[in-house]
């Protein structure tokens, strides 16, 4: 089975640029979860959905950010406009009906390594 | 605020040694959940332990629940250079499936 698929794998940005990531949960997840991961900070989560509705964005940094998940199949986060700070990799990670059962695992891509020039 | 801490950051030991590394809190979590993460991937969940106490093991890899579900802890007994990796715990709160990370412990088993 296709796992959590992310793209790009890699990108590099000035700042001040637009920049998405999209994700494709593994099917029949119903949760769908970004994180930011750095040395400094770990893995922070910064929004999730549950059946494509968003549940928690207490984690986006700030308005710059933003996620949205049209069907059930696809989500991205977009970031407008960049900023270096913003360097980081971002996973993407889905599981089944986190929204009721807390011990659910959730299964990660392989994350985007951005970088804000 | 960082709800759960992890020690040691990093660890670097030779192959066939034991260690121990520590998911602490001052906060109760509903489950707790241990992943592994090796370079230019996401985590990959090893286990889930979800009552106070219980004890799970997986080949070489023990983990354990704090009897109060604040703490846990992972020991690796002989390990292997196929151990290296970033060892992340998560707590989870009630049934919101948002899940809190620690840290992380960086391993490094030398051949």
């Known amino acids: 089975d296709a796992g959590v698929i992310q793209s790009p794998r890699h990108e590099v940005t000035e700042m001040g640029q637009e920049v998405t990531l999209r994700c494709k949960p593994i099917s029949g997840h119903n949760s769908l979860f970004w994180y930011r991961q750095t040395m400094m900070r770990g893995l922070e989560l910064l929004i999730y959905f549950n059946n494509n509705v968003p549940i928690d964005d207490s984690g986006m940094p700030e308005d710059r950010f933003s996620a949205k998940m049209p069907n059930a199949s696809f989500s991205t986060l977009k970031i407008q406009p960049s900023e270096p700070r913003d360097s980081a990799v971002y996973f993407c990670?889905?599981?089944?009906?986190?929204?009721?059962?807390?011990?659910?695992?959730?299964?990660f891509g392989d994350g985007t390594r951005l970088s804000i020039l | 605020t960082q709800l759960l801490e992890q020690s040691p950051q990093f660890l670097s030991i030779q192959e066939g040694e034991n260690l121990t590394v520590y998911c602490n809190s001052s906060?109760?979590?509903?489950?707790l959940q241990w992943y592994r993460q090796e370079p230019g991937e996401g985590p990959v969940l090893l286990v889930t332990?979800?009552?106070?106490?219980e004890v799970k093991k997986l080949k070489r890899l023990t983990f354990q629940f704090g009897d109060a579900r604040k703490d846990s802890s992972l020991h690796i007994t002989a390990a292997q250079p196929g151990d290296t990796g970033l060892y992340l715990c998560?707590?989870?709160?009630?049934?919101?499936?948002?899940?809190?990370f620690g840290q992380g412990t960086t391993l490094q088993v030398k051949p």
């Open positions: 906060s109760v979590f509903s489950s």
């Open positions: 998560a707590g989870a709160k009630g049934n919101t499936g948002k899940l809190i």
């Open positions: 990670a889905s599981s089944f009906d986190a929204g009721t059962v807390s011990n659910q695992p959730q299964h």
């Open positions: 332990v979800v009552t106070g106490g």
